[in-house]
């Protein structure tokens, strides 16, 4: 498998407080984009951020990415209820192939 | 912003069956994709198209698999015969590149397939 965690993780927080949620991979990659699933609905990006990157912002949200720990996380700030969803990382290979993590399951609480 | 459509959002059927998914892309878009996700499980690849062609495909795209894109028109997955490890939401997406800023990925909102 690319990911080093299998399983989906499961986060509760209440609205208006920060979260960040983390993925680690196990190949080597440049390009790690971050998508958020709402219930019943297809995948939306929300983030790309490559290598030469390190950090990379929008809007509330912010990504990380570090190729020597092969990990990328994404934080939320002032979080809100309509922040609740499944958060995905992936990974990028050649012919726009992502390979996704198991994912980040955000509940916030209004 | 950018919409891809599904038809059916739901199919039921019996096993041995045909199904085929269909997929009206992002206009213009010209690079196409599906993606399988097993309830509570993440988003697996399982082919793209181009040109008429399947550049890319996975493990899970079988010989019973196939896709197409005739004249233009839906972007299909079809399967011959289901099996019941078929069920799952089907996620179409489409690009209009093969990555990087310009190719970010615009999926649907899935296709349920139930294969009883």
């Known amino acids: 498998s690319q990911w080093g965690e299998e399983n989906l993780q499961a986060l509760s927080i209440q609205e208006g407080e920060d979260v960040t949620m983390n993925c680690s991979y196990k190949t080597y990659t440049t390009v790690v984009q971050w998508y958020r699933q709402k219930s019943g609905k297809g995948p939306a990006q929300l983030i790309l951020i490559r290598s030469n990157e390190r950090e990379k912002r929008s809007g509330r949200l912010r990504a990380t990415l570090d190729t020597s720990s092969q990990s990328s996380s994404l934080s939320i700030t002032g979080t809100l209820a309509t922040d609740t969803a499944v958060y995905f990382c992936?990974?990028?290979?050649?012919?726009?192939?992502?390979?996704f993590g198991s994912g980040t399951k955000l509940t916030v609480e209004p | 912003g950018p919409k891809v459509l599904q038809i059916p959002s739901h199919q039921i059927i019996d096993m041995g069956q045909m199904v085929t998914l269909n997929c009206d892309p992002v206009?213009?878009?010209?690079?196409f994709y599906w993606y399988k996700q097993i309830l509570g499980q993440q988003m697996e690849f399982l082919v793209n198209f181009y040109n008429g062609k399947v550049m890319e495909k996975s493990k899970l795209f079988k010989d019973q698999f196939s896709v197409e894109r005739p004249d233009g028109s839906y972007f299909t997955l079809k399967i011959q015969p289901t099996a019941l490890e078929d069920s799952a939401v089907y996620f179409c997406?489409?690009?209009?590149?093969?990555?990087?800023?310009?190719?970010?990925?615009?999926f649907g909102e899935g296709s349920k397939l139930t294969v009883l």
């Open positions: 992936a990974t990028e290979r050649r012919y726009n192939v992502l390979y």
């Open positions: 206009s213009n878009h010209l690079y």
């Open positions: 997406a489409s690009s209009s590149d093969w990555g990087g800023d310009t190719g970010q990925l615009y």
